[in-house]
């Protein structure tokens, strides 16, 4: 796959998205003398592509009866892992996020490079500037002849933020009973969309909204704060 992309660029994703079609045109034209639908979608295929190894491999003869639920197999596979749905958004930051290393550091990353590259990004690696642009962008397979040297040092420091920190949203100690009271709908712990049953009153949380006063004068008002709790026996008795 990645000899085609380096010869025929976006064209590779061609071959590569049609797999499926031409295992089932190749098996109609060999098992069943049928070459309708195998010619129809390979009529304006590019050269290039015709030419190419991975398009030999998709449409190469089909023996037998057993040889073809063996390629059907692999098409199988190819829809569950070879065509993944893309987070469009997710992935576009993400290499915005990692192919930014000149502008992000100000000089390019330590590397090993042979006298065989693109003269142009050779005179940019040596005079440390960025001589990408709009109207003259590099192709990738100029970097073919350049490896990436040690440029970062692993922290083997283990990080305790995340250990002291206490993330969790959790109501505080006084309304855990609440959790398994049936009078209370939500608790204190819910920031957002706190509901109270108060003698068929009915109160929405964009009339609450986020103050924490407002909150407390409700729950006060309620009939889940009217009966004090006695002992932890006369609790587990009302339950």
Excluded at 15 to 33: C, H, N, Q, T, Y
Excluded at 98 to 114: C, V
């Amino acid at each position: 796959m990645r000899e085609l992309m380096i010869q025929t660029g976006q064209q590779a994703h061609t071959a590569f998205k049609m797999w499926p079609s031409l295992v089932i045109g190749s098996i109609l034209r060999d098992l069943e003398d049928s070459e309708e639908f195998f010619n129809t979608i390979t009529a304006d295929l590019p050269i290039e592509i015709k030419m190419s190894s991975l398009f030999t491999y998709e449409t190469h003869r089909v023996l037998d009866p057993t040889q073809a639920m063996l390629y059907l197999e692999q098409i199988g596979l190819w829809k569950s892992m070879g065509h993944p749905v893309v987070d469009m958004d997710s992935t576009t930051s993400t290499w915005i996020k990692k192919g930014t290393f000149y502008k992000r550091h100000n000089k390019w990353p330590d590397l090993t490079y042979s006298d065989h590259m693109n003269p142009h990004i050779l005179e940019c690696i040596l005079e440390n500037k960025w001589g990408d642009t709009t109207s003259l962008k590099w192709n990738p397979i100029d970097f073919q002849h350049i490896q990436l040297e040690k440029n970062f040092e692993f922290n083997y420091q283990i990080d305790t933020i995340d250990i002291i920190s206490d993330k969790a949203i959790i109501p505080s100690a006084s309304e855990w009973i609440y959790e398994y009271d049936t009078k209370a709908l939500k608790t204190r712990s819910l920031a957002r969309g706190i509901q109270v049953c108060d003698k068929n009153k009915h109160i929405e949380h964009d009339k609450i909204g986020d103050n924490e006063s407002v909150v407390d004068d409700l729950l006060q008002e309620s009939d889940i704060l009217e009966e004090p709790l006695r002992s932890d026996s006369n609790v587990k008795d009302q339950w």
